[in-house]
């Protein structure tokens, strides 16, 4: 009891002391609220290193990237480590818009900028991998910047004209100049839709069937992304060759063509020759070289008038030829015997 | 309750005139509360966080204080009593690039009455028989705080009250030494009421459950143990 006396006021004999005792233990009420310093320390991992990131997007290797019309410029990166948080595109130096997303996917719409020449610079963000608070609420990060060079082609879209080249018809198209091209893929109109008549990685194509009964083709272009861009297309009209008639007297009577301009193209003619005036019915011919231009009339009389109809047949493969549609390959001509 | 207590004060002031003694004395202890809706509400906020927390202190038993005044009898006393009492949880997280702090301060206020009636004695120690009921006033505060690379993002910090009501059972063994009383007390105050925690200044506005939208009730229920040094003013003659 000695003991209590010595530490405890309390303890101190009479009223005044006890009373005293008691409120000077109210004082410190108010101080005695419940506090606690106690914080947990979370494990992070402040020495990560930066990751590799990849870029999927082939056309993206170039320094000069290529965007034709208003289509959305796609890109898609990877990165070897720490997840991708989002990229910030900046153009000609212009506020950054920034995407967020958790695959590395990216789609920058080029819709709103003006034909030519711009700077596009990209900022991409990976998480730094330390798992810290600022780590995760995106506020720590590595960053990766890369500038292009951004060419806008708004008028790629061209129609081709006829062009022949050693008796072939030649199509001839601008160059898709991103390196991210697969092909160009050209189509033909057949009947009723167009079908693939040939696949070229240079811009040109050479159609060894086409023979001057005209035509529509279409060139789109196929990238390594997946994409296809139609490219242009050509309408051809028909380019026939032209039927004359002539005599040479003492000799007879000829029709005669010029020779057909797609002539490497062409497995030769074939004529039907019909005399208007007897009703016999037609003649028919066929001469196996497209180098044979000139046919001899037989049987007809001063004055008679005759009708030739002349094909120019392909070689195989032609596919309008193919399914038998043949008023196309064939001109025709009346002429007047003048003996 | 404050007809009670008004009552009681008056008995008490006049009560030396024919009592056997008057006392006074205080009571320190520890209240274990359960808290049980907040502690929910806690483990939901922690949820929500991003990043890795913890909940470092959750609503621990802590010191209460109880200044008290009574009529003491031979077998039997009645007082009033305040008891300040308080509490609270944190959810914590931090590393070197920023910090995250909730932290939630419960305290109450309770004016009240109580009763005691002596059942037994043995070797100068006397065992006793206790209630007591009153107002349950709770405040709580709510403070939210992060920082990111010394630059804050949050820092928030709101305020809820709650008025509910309390009975508590007890025991308690007595050791009188001179014009002293030395106790040891024990307890379980049982919450009373429906009062939900609301806006300090919006009573509209109450502090509910993420997932059920249920309002949040202080939750004092709990155990609690105490020691209480009484001095008498005025012995019987």
Sequence with gaps: ?339 | MKKVFLSLVILISTGSLWSQEVETGIQYGIAFSSMEELRVLDLQIKATIPFSTKIVADFPGYWYYKPMIKLAYKKFSVGIEYTFNSTGSRISGKDYSGEYLLDMRIRRNSPGIFAEYYLHSFKNFGIWISSSGGILFTSLTLKQDLSVINTSLTNNSFSFKAKNYFFQPGAKLVYPWHSFDFEFNAGYLIELGSGALHEEKDSRQLLVNMVSDEPIKPGWNGFILGFTINYTLKKSK
């Design chain 1, 1 to 339: 009891m000695n003991k209590i006396k010595l530490v405890l006021p309390l303890a101190l004999p009479g009223i005044k002391t006890g009373i005293f005792s008691l409120f000077t233990a109210l004082l410190f009420l108010p101080s005695c609220e419940y506090d606690t310093d106690q914080v947990y320390n979370r494990t992070v991992d402040k020495n990560t290193t930066a990751p590799v990131i990849g870029m999927v997007e082939l056309h993206l290797e170039g320094d000069t990237v290529y965007v034709y019309g208003s289509t959305d410029f796609n890109f898609s990166f990877t990165s070897s480590d720490q997840e991708i948080i989002g990229a910030g595109f900046s153009v000609d130096g212009a506020d950054s818009l920034f995407v967020q997303s958790d695959n590395g996917q990216f789609r920058y719409r080029t819709a709103y900028l003006t034909p030519g020449q711009h700077t596009l610079k990209l900022d991409l963000y990976t998480h730094s991998g330390s798992s810290s608070i600022a780590d995760i609420l995106n506020y720590e990060s590595y960053q990766f910047s890369k500038t292009w060079v951004l060419i806008l082609v708004n008028d790629y879209y061209t129609y081709y004209e006829e062009n022949v080249s050693n008796g072939y018809l030649k199509l001839i198209f601008p160059k898709y100049r991103n390196p991210d091209l697969t092909e160009y893929v050209i189509s033909r109109f057949i009947i009723d839709s167009f079908r693939e008549v040939g696949r070229v990685t240079i811009p040109e194509f050479t159609d060894s069937t086409y023979v001057g009964e005209g035509g529509s083709y279409r060139v789109q272009v196929n990238t390594s992304s997946g994409d296809r861009i139609s490219w242009g297309e050509a309408n051809l009209n028909s380019d026939l060759p032209q039927v004359r008639y002539y005599n040479i007297p003492g000799s007879g009577n000829f029709v005669t063509w010029d020779r057909s301009k797609f002539f490497n193209a062409a497995s030769g003619y074939y004529a039907e020759i019909t005399n208007m005036n007897n009703n016999l019915g037609a003649i028919p011919t066929k001469l196996n070289s497209s180098a044979d231009t000139i046919l001899s009339l037989t049987g007809f009389q001063n004055g008679e008038v005759g009708l030739i109809k002349l094909r120019v047949v392909p070689k195989k493969g032609n596919l309008v030829y193919t399914v038998g549609y043949y008023p196309s390959f064939e001109r025709y001509q009346y002429f007047t015997v003048t003996n």
